[in-house]
């Protein structure tokens, strides 16, 4: 089965503020997408609107055979959330359980799996984020790009057909992004869907089949970044990118 | 229980410097009462005496209202110069104050439903374990406590004839003049307080008498008293008034003989009051922690109804929160003991079960606000993240954001139990006996403040302070992991 993205006409206000104006995007299975655009532009909006964090006033977003609609709490919005983990920017890991219990969490009381079970997957996934070593330290006691790696493998855990990324990197020194966005590669290479919103350029045209610029609500370029990041069409990409690239 | 209102009302109409009379209003029928037609006025048989007095010793005698537990410790402190509440000369009393030769002689009469047919004496009373009611610090109660007789005290005369009637108790035992008000249906008496559905149970037994108390070392102030008294029997005055009261028996002939009473009574020994204490305590404790439970449980319940339910539920529990806060749980206390069962009756309560239900209304108030702002402190992104991993809401409440609380709300928690502990001492006013309570009743009829004083105060530390550690600990233990 594929977890295609069907995002068609999505409009969203905050009291009188178009965040989202008609957007329409569709993202194949196995795409890494990056989100770029100006503060205010419309990106974590749309992201949190893929797992239901917020809600749409118009359009439809299809992901795989789940439906989400404008006010639709579905019934199956718990199901619908769990086709994609989501990583914050502010970590939020639970700071009352150590780094395996974070982990194992949501597979023992949503998945009802046997703690067992639950550990024997999350070890791996934290082999693999490089926390191996963490297991039983709590939040509190971490570095902010341990606290990410550990989320992701928070994530990873629910066995999601990709990840949403919110500005996953922000919050992080140089040296720390660096090691969260190995990860992500990583993960990549595993055949995730990966939608980031993010500011890191140098990733985005590393990494990313895609790049998707949402400017005012709308989308204003969307391509391969080779094309999107060298060749912008509008004069709106041009300063945008002069901005960020300084 | 009285108020503590200052109102002095002179009586007499000499010039000469007042004699201070300390005596309780509060439900004092027929001794000395609020006039119903006129609460400003005090009257009674006792009034009526004073009065009588004041003109026999030449000098005016002002009334003071005071608490009738307190009479003789207010008279050994010197807030007032004579005791006169039916205050009966007994050998213990003796001890600490002295009496004038007695003024009315006093039976006990026992009075129970009408309907009742388990018993007819104390003795029957006692082999069937049934409850008798009577006033705290009295003969009556001292008589209860001699002859073993399951009995209850209450601070005021009307509770164990209320609780009769509501038959939260068997049988009430009291002097006979308040007998007469509240349980002899004689339509001549003016100021009658008859209880419906009441009986006097046997004669009256046991007398006694009323005498008015003055310090052992104010020899002349007594002499003077006793002249007054041999005077006003002389006249026929005394008569006349008891007669006016329609208290007079032909028993009260036997006021014309002298009679010795002799002070005796043995001091309260550490280890005859330190079990009562300990018993006490345990009641304190008891109290305190069902209490408690039901407030965690109410807050919990009201904190997350204000917090998540629709509007009207919401509603319901800002209500509720100003509503419980906003009154003391005095009030409360005295409306859910007294006041529920007035208006539903056979809704009659047991006092502890009352108390229970008053602190825990009370204090689940105070918790749910603890327990919406500890919740409210948790960020909102912890919600997004279980959800985000597919948790439902109440999952996420439950496993992430209420351990989570807790850490916020276990300090100012911890600081409510140990107020909880301390309050559970205004339960006396529903007659529950629990430390403080215990304490005062061993004080009135033996003295012994300091020492039985300590002991009672050393019992609340060592249970309070060591609960303040307690919460230290819990907050460092579980402080570290954030």
Redesign the interface.
């Known amino acids: 089965m594929t977890w295609n993205i069907d995002i068609a006409n999505v409009t969203k206000r905050f009291g009188p503020r178009l965040v989202l104006n008609e957007v329409s995007v569709s993202i194949q299975s196995g795409e890494t997408v990056a989100l770029l655009g100006p503060s205010g532009g419309g990106k974590s909006t749309l992201l949190r609107c893929l ?3 917020n809600t749409f006033d118009a359009g439809e977003i299809r992901i795989g055979e789940h439906v989400l609609q404008p006010g639709n709490h579905a019934a199956d919005l ?2 619908v ?2 086709v994609f ?2 990583v ?1 920017q ?1 970590f ?5 359980l150590s780094v395996l219990d974070n982990v194992i ?2 597979p023992i ?2 998945l009802g799996w046997p703690r067992a079970k639950a550990v024997e997957r999350a070890e791996p996934l934290l082999k693999r984020v490089g926390m191996a070593g963490h297991l039983h330290a ?1 939040p ?1 006691q971490l570095s902010g790009g341990q606290k990410q790696r550990v989320a992701i493998a ?2 990873l855990a ?1 066995e999601p057909r990709g990840l ?1 990324c919110d500005e996953i990197t922000s919050a992080l020194d140089p040296e720390l992004k660096h090691e969260v966005l190995e990860v992500l590669e990583d993960l990549k290479r595993d055949g995730l869907t990966l939608i980031l919103v993010t500011h890191e350029m140098g990733f985005a045209r590393k990494a990313a089949d895609r790049v998707v610029v949402l400017c005012d609500g709308k989308i204003l370029e969307d391509g391969p970044p080779a094309q999107v990041l060298e060749q912008p069409r509008t004069e709106r990409m041009k300063m945008f990118l002069q901005r960020v690239l300084g | 229980m009285g108020t503590l209102l200052g109102a002095a009302l002179p009586v007499g109409a000499q010039s000469k410097e007042p004699l201070i009379w300390g005596g309780d209003t509060d439900g004092g029928f027929p001794y000395v009462f609020a006039n119903p037609a006129n609460p400003e006025e005090v009257i009674g048989f006792e009034m009526d005496l004073a009065r009588a007095l004041a003109d026999e010793i030449g000098r005016p005698i002002e009334f003071k209202q005071r608490t009738y537990e307190s009479l003789l410790a207010d008279l050994e402190r010197g807030d007032i110069d004579i005791a006169m509440n039916g205050l009966e000369i007994t050998p213990k009393r003796l001890k600490r104050v002295a009496f004038t030769r007695p003024y009315y002689i006093y039976q006990l009469q026992l009075v129970a439903r009408a309907d009742e047919t388990r018993f007819q004496n104390l003795d029957e009373a006692k082999a069937k374990g049934l409850v008798i009611g009577t006033l705290g610090a009295t003969a009556a109660a001292e008589l209860l406590e001699v002859q073993n007789v399951p009995f209850k005290t209450y601070d005021d005369q009307q509770g164990p004839y209320d609780d009769l009637v509501q038959r939260a108790i068997d049988g009430v035992l009291m002097d006979l003049p308040i007998a007469i008000y509240y349980a002899a249906p004689d339509p001549r008496l003016k100021y009658s307080q008859l209880k419906p559905g009441l009986k006097f149970l046997g004669p009256s037994f046991a007398d006694g008498y009323y005498g008015i108390a003055v310090r052992p070392n104010d020899t002349k102030l007594l002499a003077d008293l006793n002249g007054g008294i041999d005077r006003l029997l002389d006249s026929g005055k005394l008569e006349e008034i008891l007669h006016k009261w329609k208290l007079w028996t032909p028993d009260q002939y036997r006021l014309y003989k002298t009679v010795e009473i002799v002070a005796g009574g043995q001091e309260m020994r550490f280890g005859d009051y330190l079990p009562l204490l300990l018993k006490g305590a345990g009641v304190t404790v008891l109290l305190t922690l069902v209490s408690f439970a039901l407030a965690v449980i109410l807050g919990l319940v009201v904190a997350v109804a204000r917090m998540y339910g629709p509007a009207p539920v919401r509603w319901l529990a800002v209500g509720y929160v100003e509503f419980f806060r906003g009154i003391p749980v005095l009030l409360l206390l005295y409306f859910i003991y007294y006041g529920i069962p007035a208006i539903i009756p056979g809704l009659k309560l047991d006092p502890f079960l009352a108390a229970v239900l008053g602190f825990g209304l009370n204090y689940g108030a105070y918790e749910a606000e603890i327990y919406r702002a500890g919740i409210s402190s948790i960020p909102r992104g912890q919600w997004e993240a279980a959800a985000s991993l597919g948790m439902p809401a109440a999952l996420t409440f439950r496993r992430i954001i209420l351990p989570q609380a807790i850490r916020v709300i276990l300090p100012p928690m911890t600081s409510d139990l140990v107020a909880l502990f301390k309050d559970t001492s205004v339960v006396s006013i529903i007659a529950v006996v629990e430390l403080s309570k215990q304490y005062q009743i061993l004080t009135k009829s033996g003295g012994g403040y300091l020492q039985i004083g300590l002991t009672t105060a050393a019992l609340y530390l060592i249970m309070s302070v060591p609960l303040g550690y307690l919460s230290r600990y819990l907050e460092q233990r579980w402080g570290h992991k954030g």
């Open positions: 797992n239901g964090l718990q199901a959330r769990r983990g989501m914050f502010d939020q890991l639970f700071p009352h969490e949501a009381q949503v709590y509190g928070r994530a629910m949403l």
